[in-house]
């Protein structure tokens, strides 16, 4: 008789003969038990004294608790049992070291105790302080690896192959250690496409910056002469984290810049160093692939193998694992299905304990029955109801169909089986709807199209243009790639050598130049004979045809402003004008004149007698004659005066007299002399454009006080030319109205202290003039001697 009692106080009991599969006994326990958001439920099947196994069913819906959801579930399992004589309200208490973090710690509501309730927590319970994948098995905290099991402890090698020995890959490392050079940036190294576990660090802190960007030349971090913060910046299909150095503790040498990232990079990366000061030194450690072509093809086939296949291999590398109860092994199957006559079928919602008969492994295959725990097991089903008697089945049931179309033609693709909903009858479909979602099957997920892609050309993005204008030229970067899954990784370049690669160069033109144009002709020499200069007008225009600065046109295709000019050899000789038109005198003798000069050394002018002009000098005057010079008579005028008035119409003077011209001379004669003439005005109107509103003023008052600062005022008021008041005189020339007066002070500084005024009536005794009488001039001495002081002053 072999007995087991499960969590929930349920017990099963069997007689197990000594033949390996007489009976089992098979339950459901931890009904409501989660893993990672699913539904995990435990089956035991007891197969005679040789073999005893765990299936382990994960439910594909999303249960409604999580860690604490589950540990609290258990907690409150005891809230109906007394603890030292009394009931509490249980909750779950997580603050307990590592090692007991599978172990059922409960606190009270309300209370500042906690209690160790149970030694371990149910299997599949999440554990806490670790990472969300992690779950507690047999009272043990139990890693996911990277291969997705539970407890294997497989990790991502440096190069990204899980459970890799780091031999796909190699180690580079360098350092960059100029102390000096060029101020900006300073390119280091490139990083190529592949690489992992990169680390650059500066072994210092200094006032220079690490920087990168990417191989097209787009900045990824430091870039453009601007310091980006630190943080995590995407580049080359990774994520890199920057850090700056912060204040270290006194004594300790202060950290400097780094960049790390895990990697694979995707493109090639060129890392810079900002320099501005001495270079502490950068040291520099990555991973790349190892160039084999054979080698690299199996490993990326490889790496895309489904985890089944990963666990498999470890399953056969490495002896088998411990189990967790002897001879109890953890292993997941499909159970028998639905559609097996043998066997009733039910809506799967229930949860209790139901007999099954034992799995057939010729029908289920082995692959299938390994553990994956760390994610959701799509394949498993969930148990049919047999609480219900037989005529009250679903008429609709699940049925698996045929596969859908591969997800990719090459490369490792993948594609579902269709699952049906069908009349359990006529097995005719029929809407979904029908049948119970939850007892609906996960669509199985199978490889396909296994055979590699081939591989093809992948061109980068097109780097900038070499010139800001003009024709120029762009460049790109081609790889060599070939698809393997649901990825593609760079491959040897002769494996696309059957291939006409992309252009890797082409020519660009952001946009048209300036160019430089003539915009005047040449001008005349600047001497008349010999060599001399001429110029002309060169600017710079931009496409547009608008002037621009020179700075914007290429200075070496400037064409020339100025150059030199020969007018052929000089002859030294007198040159002369024409005669005046007009002599010099109105009437009478007078004179004409000319203008004589002697030219020689290309232009030059040479005065007085001549220079190297060997012939006589011209003459420059002549005499002429108007005739004889008759006495005329006329009227003169003087000029104007201003206008009498200030705004408004007004009128001007001028006067008028008589004269005599006898050739230049002039002379005043009676007015009967001109009276045969008209005479000019003597008058006339003028306008002094529209009188306005001006400031009128009284005069100052009296001053408020005879000393220490009195005041004055005055009316001010606006009035028009006609003397009625008026708003519209112009504010900022209003005079002031009032101003200081008197400040001389009242209370003379006096070199005797005991002057001063013993009375309050002192300012009428100095008003009265009684200050000549002694007694008075006792009383008010201070007052008295002010006005003494002020009759001196006066």
């Keep these: 008789m072999a007995t087991y009692i499960p969590p929930d106080k349920q017990s099963c009991e069997s007689d197990i003969s000594s033949e390996p599969s007489v009976s089992e006994c098979t339950f459901w326990c931890f009904p409501h038990e989660t893993l990672f958001g699913y539904t995990l439920s435990l089956r035991l099947v007891f197969l005679g004294t040789v073999d005893l196994r765990m299936t382990v069913s994960v439910n594909d819906h999303v249960c409604g608790g999580g860690a604490l959801d ?4 258990q907690c409150t399992a005891f809230n109906t049992k007394e603890f030292m004589g009394r009931l509490y309200n249980w909750e779950p208490f997580t603050e307990v070291g590592l090692d007991k973090q599978c172990e059922l710690t409960c606190r009270p509501g309300g209370y500042r105790f906690y209690v160790r309730l149970a030694e371990r927590v149910r299997d599949g319970t999440p554990c806490f302080n670790t990472s969300a994948n992690d779950v507690c098995v047999e009272g043990q905290c139990l890693t996911e690896g990277c291969d997705g099991v539970l407890g294997s402890s497989a990790m991502v090698d440096k ?25 900006g940036y300073h390119k280091i190294l490139d990083i190529p496409p592949g690489a992992t576990f990169i680390n650059i660090t500066e072994r210092r802190a200094s006032p220079n910056y690490l920087a990168m960007r990417s191989g097209t030349g787009a900045s990824v971090v430091n870039g453009r002469w601007a310091v980006d913060p630190p943080g995590e910046y995407q580049a080359g299909g990774t994520t890199f984290t920057y850090t700056r150095p912060r204040a270290q503790a006194e004594g300790e040498e202060e950290k400097g810049e780094s960049l790390r990232a895990r990697g694979p990079t995707t493109t090639q990366l060129q890392l810079y160093i900002i320099f501005h000061k001495e270079n502490p030194g950068i040291d520099y450690e990555f991973y790349i692939p190892v160039e084999d072509k054979d080698g690299e093809k199996e490993r990326l086939v490889e790496s895309e193998r489904p985890r089944e296949s990963s666990r498999e291999r470890q399953r056969q590398r490495e002896p088998a694992r411990a189990p967790l109860r002897s001879p109890l092994t953890v292993s997941v199957e499909d159970p028998p299905s639905v559609s097996d006559p043998s066997l009733p079928s039910f809506s799967s919602s ?114 900038e243009c070499s010139v800001s204008c003009g024709p120029g030229v762009q460049q790109r970067q081609l790889q060599c790639r070939q698809s393997f899954g649901s990825r593609s990784t760079m491959v040897h370049p002769q494996r696309c050598a059957h291939l006409t690669p992309p252009d890797s160069t082409q020519v660009c033109q952001l946009r048209l130049c300036s160019h430089w144009e003539v915009s005047t002709n040449w001008s005349t020499c600047s001497v008349d004979c010999g060599v001399g200069r ?17 700075n914007e046109c290429n200075s070496r295709l400037r064409p020339d402003g100025s150059e030199e000019c020969n007018m052929g050899p000089c002859v030294t000789n007198w040159y002369f004008t024409e005669w005046s038109n007009t002599c010099s005198a109105q009437c009478g003798p007078g ?144 005079p002031g109205h009032e101003q200081i007066c008197n400040t001389i002070p009242c209370g003379p500084q006096v070199a005797d202290k005991n002057c001063r005024d013993r009375r309050d009536n002192c300012l009428m005794v100095v008003q009265a003039r009684m200050c000549v009488y002694s007694y008075y001039k006792m009383a008010c001495c201070a007052s008295c001697t002010q006005s003494a002081l002020r009759a001196k002053r006066h």
């Design 159 to 183: 190069c990204g192959v899980c459970g890799g020995r780091d031999s796909s890959c190699q180690k580079v490392t360098g350092s960059f250690q100029n102390v000096t050079v060029p101020l």
């Design 534 to 550: 001429r110029t002309r007008g060169v600017r710079c225009v931009s496409d547009q045809g608008s002037v621009v600065n020179d």
């Design 591 to 734: 004179v004409q004149r000319r203008e004589v000069v002697c030219l020689t050394r290309g232009g030059v002018t040479e005065g007085g007698g001549g220079g190297d002009c060997v012939a006589e000098k011209p003459s420059e005057m002549k005499a002429c004659n108007r005739g004889l010079c008759v006495p005329v008579t006329m009227w003169y005028s003087s000029p104007w005066t201003e206008c009498n008035v200030q705004c408004g119409d007004g009128s001007q003077r001028r006067e008028i007299i008589c004269v005599q011209k006898l050739g230049s001379n002039f002379t005043v004669v009676p007015s009967t002399e001109c009276a045969h003439l008209e005479k000019p005005a003597v008058v006339q109107e003028c306008s002094m454009g529209e009188c306005r509103p001006q400031w009128f003023t009284t005069e100052w008052s009296a001053c408020s006080r005879s000393c220490g600062k009195g005041l004055q005022v005055r009316e001010i008021r606006c009035l028009t030319p006609d003397k009625k008041h008026s708003l519209a005189c112009d504010p900022g020339t209003k």
């Design 70 to 73: 589950s540990r609290a579930e």
């Design 350 to 463: 229930s949860t209790s304990s139901a007999a099954f008969p034992p799995p057939s492994f010729d029908r289920w295959p082995l692959e299938r029955t390994r553990p994956r725990v760390s994610a959701p097991n799509r394949n498993a089903r969930i148990p049919p109801r047999t609480d219900l008697p037989p005529d009250t089945q679903l008429p609709f049931v699940w049925r698996r169909g045929g596969l859908t179309q591969c997800s990719v033609t090459c490369g490792r693709g993948s594609q579902q089986r269709v699952v049906l909903c069908v009349n359990r009858h006529t097995e005719e479909e029929v809407p979904e709807g029908n049948c119970d979602s939850a007892a609906k099957p996960a669509a199985e997920e199978e490889s396909c199209n296994t055979q590699p892609c081939p591989p093809f050309w992948e061109a980068s993005a097109w780097s």
